[in-house]
C-alpha cells in the first residue's frame, strides 16, 4: 500500500497549488490524513490534518489561513490547497496516515508515508 502525493511544482510567490494524495486503502475513511514539509537542509513539520468526516482539521499556526485541507472519501484523497505561496513555501510535500480519532500533528503518529511532491515558490 502506498500513498501517492502529485500536485507540486514551480510557481511564483502570490500564486497557488492544490496538492492531492491518493491513498488506495480499503478503509480510507478510518485514518486520519496528514500532510507534512520538509525544505532542503530543515526537519521536517507539520503542515495540516484532518479528521476521518473531513469536518476536523488542524493546522500549523503560521499557515492556517493560506492552506486548507480536505477530503474526498469516496475517492480515497486528500487534498492540501495553497494559497499566497511564499518562497519559504518551498519544500517537499508529503502526505501520511494516522490510526487517530481526531486530527494530530506528531509525525510519530503517522503510520504509513507518501513518496513527497516538489513545491518551489519563486519571488
Known amino acids: 500500500v502506498q500513498l501517492q502525493a502529485s500536485g507540486g511544482g514551480l510557481v511564483q510567490a502570490g500564486g497557488s497549488l492544490r496538492l492531492s494524495c491518493a491513498a488506495p486503502l480499503r478503509t480510507f475513511s478510518s485514518y486520519v490524513m496528514g500532510w507534512f514539509r520538509q525544505a532542503p537542509g530543515k526537519e521536517r513539520e507539520f503542515v495540516a490534518s484532518?479528521?476521518?468526516?473531513?469536518?476536523?482539521?488542524l493546522y500549523q499556526d503560521s499557515l492556517e489561513g493560506r492552506f486548507t485541507v480536505s477530503r474526498d472519501n469516496a475517492k480515497t484523497t486528500v487534498y492540501l490547497q495553497m494559497n499566497s505561496l511564499k518562497p519559504e513555501d518551498t519544500a517537499t510535500y508529503y502526505c501520511?496516515?494516522?490510526?487517530?480519532?481526531?486530527?494530530?500533528?506528531?509525525?510519530?503518529?503517522?503510520?504509513?508515508w507518501g513518496q513527497g511532491t516538489l513545491v518551489t515558490v519563486s519571488s
Open positions: 484532518i479528521g476521518k468526516n473531513g469536518v476536523s482539521t
Open positions: 501520511a496516515r494516522a490510526r487517530r480519532v481526531a486530527p494530530v500533528r506528531e509525525a510519530g503518529l503517522f503510520d504509513l
